[in-house]
């Protein structure tokens, strides 16, 4: 169990990683769709300063998840994989599509106006991406996996096909939208450009609390026996609690032009929904009391051999990768603060 438990510390604190990093620049992509004609450049290049070459780092916290997934928890990557097979596909679809538009708009050396078309498709495959990740989240905390799979249908689709996953799904692009803009309030070059990106931060910030009530108030009515957990579950409460408790200093350090406090609140936030459903979750991927289907990640770990070689990688793995990590974001940084 020791050697368990830590394989799942580091999993979950890689899916905490991509979600902070990663949710950070998808949140960004998502903002150029609302940088209207005036100062849409300069928004762009700011936000390429941002982001520079660690948006690509950052994907190494959903690599490294997956090969958790693979290595110790076999069972779980291929049930996934199948259920959620249109889903992933779509996600992955998405991140090649942003990532290549984004270097193509940042190092193509001639500029006309592609340029336009790499910003377009760079901000709908952010929004793209995002939506089908929170759909996956909410697919599992919906756990509408058919317990006999006779068709297509059953195997591949009805597990996210549903009003939920797509609430979740427009929940998760407001609530990175506004963690991003708390970043990029302190990366502006002028009071202008920080103005319009606190603005954004509001909107995006009452988009996020919208479709946040939205959830609650849909799995309400259709008596999702997860929302019954989550009340049952004292950690889950106090994080929701807090959560929204830290929504009135947001907004107090917005209209006080507090922008360093202002990020740091945002990431608090981010942390607490995703200790909270991690607390509601956990050790379930998926389960649904009304179906009778289930998967316990405590019964899908890998031959104890597996487990042993795993934790032993992981743990020199992390020696290797945080340091040279911290070093590149502390470089880069002050690189562009000059």
């Not at 994907?59 to 090969?67: E, G």
């Not at 096909?161 to 407001?174: A, D, E, I, K």
């Not at 020696?319 to 502390?330: C, F, G, T």
């Given at each position: 169990?020791t050697?368990?438990?830590?394989i ?38 700011m ?11 950052n ?13 110790g ?25 942003r ?26 495959s ?42 979740t ?43 946040g ?10 008596e ?22 830290l929504l ?7 209209k ?15 942390t ?9 979750q ?26 042993h ?18 070093y ?11």
């Amino acid at each position: 169990m020791t050697t368990v438990n830590f394989i799942l510390i580091v999993l979950g604190a890689s899916l905490w990683l991509y979600l902070i990093l990663a949710g950070a620049d998808l949140g960004a992509g998502i903002l150029e769709l609302f940088k209207g004609k005036k100062d849409g450049r300069i928004q762009e290049q700011m936000i390429e300063r941002a982001m520079g070459p660690v948006w690509e780092v950052n994907h190494i916290w959903l690599i490294l998840s997956v090969v958790i997934f693979f290595v110790g928890f076999p069972k779980v990557y291929s049930e996934l994989s199948i259920i959620f097979h249109i889903p992933l596909t779509a996600m992955l679809i998405g991140i090649v599509f942003r990532g290549t538009a984004f270097a193509f708009r940042h190092y193509d050396a001639i500029k006309d106006k592609t340029q336009n078309l790499y910003s377009l498709i760079f901000a709908l495959s952010s929004l793209w991406t995002t939506l089908w990740i929170g759909i996956i989240i909410g697919s599992l905390i919906l756990g509408n996996v058919p317990a006999t799979r006779t068709d297509f249908l059953d195997v591949y689709v009805y597990s996210w096909l549903h009003p939920f996953p797509l609430l979740t799904g427009l929940f998760l692009c407001s609530l990175l939208a506004y963690i991003s803009a708390t970043y990029l309030v302190a990366e502006s070059p002028n009071s202008r450009i920080s103005g319009l990106f606190r603005r954004r931060a509001i909107k995006a910030n009452i988009c996020s609390i919208f479709f946040g009530g939205s959830l609650f108030l849909y799995a309400h009515l259709s008596e999702i026996t997860h929302l019954q957990d989550f009340f049952k579950n004292r950690l889950s409460l106090t994080a929701f609690g807090l959560s929204t408790l830290l929504l009135f200093f947001q907004w107090h350090y917005i209209k006080k032009n507090r922008e360093k406090k202002l990020r740091f609140f945002g990431v608090a936030q981010l942390t607490l929904i995703f200790l909270g459903w991690m607390a509601v979750q956990f050790p379930y991927v998926y389960n649904n009391h009304k179906l009778g289907v289930s998967l316990n990640i405590y019964k899908t770990v890998a031959p104890i051999e597996t487990l042993h070689h795993l934790m032993i990688a992981l743990a020199i793995g992390v020696l290797l990768i945080i340091p040279p990590y911290l070093y590149l974001l502390h470089i880069f940084k002050r690189t562009v603060k000059k």
